[in-house]
């Protein structure tokens, strides 16, 4: 399968919000999106084919050398061929040169995301409980940790 990883644009807009509608149960709207380009601590890339039809995104926030992944989604028509995995590790590089740490919020009943993060490093770090809704369900919070941070007194 031939596609492409590029920075989100306005003209994804509408497939990443449909997209958001089929992957989660508490979607992103449009304009929610929309105001997220906008946000100069985050970064949103998208996996694209040859037609410019949307296969996955993933966005990242940035605070000091803190990063946190929001959302990871690929389509379901093209799981489990990489594109989860690749868009991750475009994250992974950025994290290695610019982070000290990369974490996230995964559903526990979500065994492939869990597997995947667990594959790249992500260690379990702790759980906030009733995090989701529709169903109701805790967040297993997990981190890769790239180096470690200084402790200020």
């Known amino acids: 399968m031939n596609y492409q990883l590029c920075p989100m644009d306005r003209s994804h807009l509408s497939q990443i919000a449909a997209l958001e509608k089929r992957c989660f149960s508490s979607p992103w709207s ?3 999106l929309s105001q997220a380009l906008d946000n ?3 970064s949103y890339i998208v996996a694209q084919s040859e037609d ?3 296969l996955g995104y993933a966005g ?3 605070i000091l050398d803190e990063g946190y992944v929001d959302n990871i989604a690929v389509h379901p028509d093209y ?4 594109v989860a995995e690749a868009l991750l590790g475009v994250f992974e590089r950025f994290g290695a040169v610019h982070l000290a740490f990369l974490t996230l919020e995964v559903r526990p009943s979500n065994t492939a995301a869990v597997s995947l993060y667990e594959k790249h490093g992500f260690e379990l770090v702790g759980r906030r409980k009733n995090y989701y809704t529709n169903p109701r369900e805790d967040a297993l919070l997990m981190t890769r940790t790239f180096r470690e941070t200084a402790v200020y007194d």
């Open 30 to 32: 449009e304009a929610l």
């Open 60 to 62: 990242m926030q940035v």
């Open 40 to 42: 100069e601590n985050a």
């Open 52 to 54: 410019g039809t949307v």
């Open 79 to 82: 799981r489990r061929q990489g």
